[in-house]
């Protein structure tokens, strides 16, 4: 199958400042990118769908200025936890949809663990 | 899209098959039936997918039901490495994904 990865695997950060995560598909144009986060012993929850070139929309209760996306080509996506707090510690995932097709898979990334001290 | 139902978790002996079920009984006629699995600490893996018929891949085995109100999901020889979460979706295409509780699978060994 399509390969997404993610980077970085895992970070630790103090309380305040703002984290990065890039998301990149990396042998299929996705057109598509989806974010979610997962808490401990809980599924998987949207939190915002991005097209390449065109804004995110973002999922109810989820802060858009909190979260930032973008997902400037067909093989990156970023996400951007903006001063960030040790409620926001969750384990962040992408996933990336090819274009076209009759198969519609989503494909994701292994993930990253982030901690805010 | 419609809303699935499925046990909270299973236990299956290794080598052993294994049959995960799942409940839509408000499934549209452009749903499609997706199953995803997440091991530990990872991010979900796609499985199997279909519309009506039954399907096959390497992985497992999708039986729909008729009148395609429920499904079962089929991996024929469980193994230590199918211990994971399942989740059921349904999906327009088109539409995302989302995740309901899904069934935690464990395998004796």
């Known amino acids: 199958g399509a390969v997404v990865s993610q980077h970085p695997s895992w970070v630790i950060c103090k309380s305040g400042t703002s984290v990065k995560i890039e998301c990149r598909s990396l042998?299929?144009?996705?057109?598509?990118m989806f974010w979610y986060r997962q808490f401990p012993k809980q599924s998987l929850m949207l939190m915002a769908t991005?097209?390449?070139?065109?804004?995110?929309?973002?999922e109810q209760g989820v802060e858009k200025d909190k979260f930032l996306i973008n997902h400037a080509s067909l093989t990156l996506s970023t996400l951007t936890v903006t001063s960030a707090h040790p409620e926001d510690s969750s384990f962040y995932i992408c996933?990336?949809?090819?274009?076209?097709?009759?198969?519609?898979?989503?494909?994701f990334g292994p993930g990253t663990r982030l901690l805010v001290l | 899209d419609a809303k699935t139902t499925q046990p909270n978790s299973m236990e299956s002996n290794e080598e052993e098959p294994v049959h995960l079920p799942c409940n839509h009984s408000?499934?549209?006629?452009?749903?499609?039936i997706h199953w995803y699995r997440q091991l530990p600490s990872q991010g979900p893996e796609y499985v199997i997918h279909?519309?009506?018929s039954n399907v096959n891949n390497r992985m497992a085995s999708l039986a729909i039901a008729e009148d395609r109100k429920s499904s079962t999901l089929i991996l024929h020889r469980a193994t230590l490495r199918d211990a994971a979460v399942y989740y059921c979706?349904?999906?327009?295409?088109?539409?995302?994904?989302?995740f309901g509780a899904g069934t935690i699978l464990r395998v004796k060994s």
């Open positions: 996933s990336a949809r090819g274009q076209g097709g009759a198969v519609e898979t989503q494909y």
């Open positions: 042998d299929f144009q996705a057109t598509t």
């Open positions: 991005s097209n390449e070139g065109s804004k995110a929309t973002y």
């Open positions: 408000t499934i549209s006629g452009t749903d499609y």
């Open positions: 279909g519309l009506t």
């Open positions: 979706i349904l999906k327009e295409y088109g539409n995302k994904l989302v």
